[in-house]
């Protein structure tokens, strides 16, 4: 139901943006966040953007990721500049999607995008 996508492999200072795309039969879409496993370590939170418009970051983020939602196209980007080694990971979106019928809102996960910042 998520598709992230806009990983690779960028320079120390580079940037990327990542898209994740809620498709299916889904009526509407909230509580956005992107998260980032690095290898040997657990999943953690990047940024997220709640139903009403309000942010929240890691802070070893703030300043260099911006998170932002298209409702419409039931989209959420993080956009990366700066980007630091450190920064390499697996991206997981989640969301939570309404869906079904009758319609109920769960949270799905988007099967990850990797992103690899080379020194």
């Known amino acids: 139901q998520l598709q992230a996508s806009g990983g690779g492999l960028v320079q120390d200072g580079g940037s990327l943006r990542l898209s994740c795309v809620a498709s299916?039969?889904?009526?509407?879409?909230?509580?956005m966040g992107w998260y980032r496993q690095a290898p040997g370590q657990q999943r953690e939170l990047v940024a997220s953007?709640?139903?009403?418009?309000?942010?929240h970051y890691a802070d070893s983020m703030k300043g260099r990721f911006t998170i932002s939602e298209d409702l419409d196209k039931k989209t959420v980007y993080l956009q990366m500049n700066s980007l630091k080694p450190e920064d390499t990971g697996v991206y997981y979106c989640?969301?939570?999607?309404?869906?079904?019928?009758?319609?109920?809102?769960?949270?799905?996960w988007g099967q990850g995008t990797l992103v690899t910042v080379s020194s």
């Open positions: 989640n969301a939570d999607v309404l869906i079904g019928m009758p319609s109920k809102w769960s949270t799905f």
């Open positions: 299916g039969r889904i009526f509407a879409i909230r509580n």
């Open positions: 953007v709640s139903g009403n418009g309000n942010t």
